[in-house]
């Protein structure tokens, strides 16, 4: 039984390094047939090699700038929000300011409205 269990074990470690080196040989000659494919098209359409590859680096380009503007658009909606905050605090600080030294909101609107009749009675 012993002897059944090692060799299970020296089979999976001899399979285990087959699977490693076929593995490492499928990836060199997937390599190399795209080399062999690129240098063929290259020689038979050079101009067109050359506008695939300049077409790719631009691709990456725009997708790192696209990346560096999403950034820039999440921290302007953060500076966006905290704004916004310190807004509504303000607002809410005037209103207590009012509050406390006695002015309403109908006595401000009314002293806009009254210059605005003067306005009108300069016209006429």
């Given amino acids: 039984m012993e002897d059944n269990l090692k060799f299970i074990d020296m089979d999976s470690i001899s399979l285990k390094e087959l699977e490693e080196s ?8 997937t390599n190399d047939i795209f080399k062999m494919f690129d240098d063929a098209y290259s020689e038979f359409n050079p101009d067109m090699m050359a506008k695939y590859k300049y077409l790719k680096t631009q691709i990456k380009d725009q997708k790192d700038e696209n990346s560096n503007l999403l950034k820039q658009i999440d921290l302007l909606n953060q500076e966006v929000e905290g704004v916004g905050e310190n807004i509504e605090k303000l607002c809410s600080r005037l209103l207590a300011l009012q509050m406390y030294c006695g002015f309403e909101k109908k006595e401000i609107s009314q002293g806009d409205d009254e210059e605005s009749d003067e306005d009108d009675d300069d016209d006429h």
């Fill in 22 to 29: 076929v593995s490492k040989l499928i990836e060199l000659t």
